[in-house]
């Protein structure tokens, strides 16, 4: 792991009037330079060729001649062969010549290896670098393991898939879309059996990868994706946020659930098991007897964080939940950074966030005000790792 002085000796340097904030150009990129452009910094998006109109093009920053911002959100699109070119030296040293406040999302993760980002970006990440590791669910010390430690529920895991005997949700990465699930459903071994043969063989899962999936019983009820932030700053009012709620649609999941129970029944083979591939999110509010749960699941999340990954989680994260017929809650996922539904906020900020800051607030603009802050009070050292 980079030492967290070099990076913060880096940060020092930085000169605090030409900060610019950076992503890879996916996932939430959106909101994250969205909320980056409603605080005044430019923006810098690393786009794959193939893939970079939506951010080169149709987002393409347009400022007037005083420099104010008039139409769309990144300032200077960098088009790439992969995303993985932005591990290259060269543009290392671009990103720190320009003062580049990095920004790491999901798509960073997946398209860069963890390896890779911890010994060799040597350029300032706002959030915890040190936490991106725990979301891969097959490393030993995967967010599970934190839950587990911080005393926090989850679904339980069922070790061996001959003691499936009721409703249990198998977790596996898709064979053909390398960034998506493979998941499925099953109530017993001989179902489990019947439908992981039918995937393999119509090469949506792999057998490897069954091997080492983790299998749950799977809690019954809505889904709920918690969109906190964190600020190390913060020394007055409480440093834990609730900026949103958001949930996912899911194909072909939710094309399943759309249709009545006799149409259902009368599906072909190759229609008949639903696939688990986020597509797109909307927003949601909760109860609000509920919220008290909700935030002490948080600051116990916050807590171990600080205790087992030093200095512990900086800025957004994400706790995905699913709440039972009891009003329990289960946390299935999480991401120590910012979440893969925030766009859903994004410009119109979310009742939470809005309500906490008395503006729109969305995560990507409550990230950008954090390092604004940082930047004014000559704190950016204690916000990257």
């Known amino acids: 792991m980079i030492d967290r002085k070099a ?34 910094f430019r923006t810098v998006a690393f786009c794959q060729k193939g893939r970079e109109r939506t951010y080169a093009h149709y987002f393409k920053a ?62 300032p990440m706002v959030g915890s670098r040190n936490m991106l590791r725990s979301e891969e669910r097959e490393e030993r010390q995967s967010y599970y393991w934190l839950l587990e430690k911080a005393g926090l529920p989850f679904p339980e895991r ?19 879309k390398k960034l998506e699930r493979g998941f499925f459903t099953c109530s017993s071994f001989e179902e489990y059996h019947q439908k992981s043969e039918k995937l393999i063989a119509g ?26 932030f964190y600020s190390p700053l913060e020394e007055e009012m409480s440093p834990l946020e609730l900026l949103g709620v958001d949930w996912r649609f899911e194909t072909s999941l939710d094309g399943h659930v759309r249709l009545p129970a006799p149409q259902q029944m009368t599906l072909g083979e190759d229609q008949i098991l639903p696939e688990y591939t986020v597509c797109g999110h909307n927003s949601a509010t909760l109860r609000e007897s509920l919220l008290e749960k909700v935030f002490n699941m948080a600051e116990r999340y916050v807590e171990a964080s600080k205790e087992h990954y030093g200095p512990g989680i900086i800025g957004p994260f994400c706790l995905q939940t ?20 925030t766009n859903v906020h994004m410009w119109v900020g979310h009742p939470y966030g809005n309500s906490l800051w008395r503006r729109t607030l969305s995560t990507g603009r409550r990230l950008a005000m954090e390092v604004r802050r940082a930047v004014s009070e000559d704190r950016l050292d204690e916000i990257v790792t």
């Open 7 to 40: 990076v913060q000796d880096i940060v020092r340097e930085y000169d605090g009037s030409k900060v610019k904030l950076g992503v890879v150009a996916s996932h939430s990129a959106l909101d994250t330079c969205d909320g980056a452009a409603e605080e005044g």
């Open 62 to 123: 347009k400022r007037d001649t005083s420099g104010k911002l008039v139409r769309g959100i990144i300032d200077e699109p960098i088009i790439v062969d992969r995303y993985r070119e932005v591990m290259e030296g060269r543009w290392q040293k671009w990103l720190r010549e320009n003062n580049v406040m990095w920004v790491p999302n999901r798509s960073f993760t997946s398209y860069v290896k963890i390896d890779d980002i911890e010994e060799d970006f040597m350029v």
């Open 158 to 176: 069922i070790d061996d898939p001959q003691g499936i005997d009721e409703l249990a949700i198998v977790k596996l990465h898709h064979k053909q």
């Open 203 to 228: 090469g949506i899962i792999d057998r490897e990868t069954l091997e080492t999936a983790r299998i749950e019983r799977y809690v019954i009820g809505p889904v709920f994706n918690f969109d906190f």
């Open 322 to 341: 699913c709440v039972d017929k009891d009003l329990n809650f289960f946390i299935y996922d999480v991401a120590p950074r910012i979440g893969g539904g």
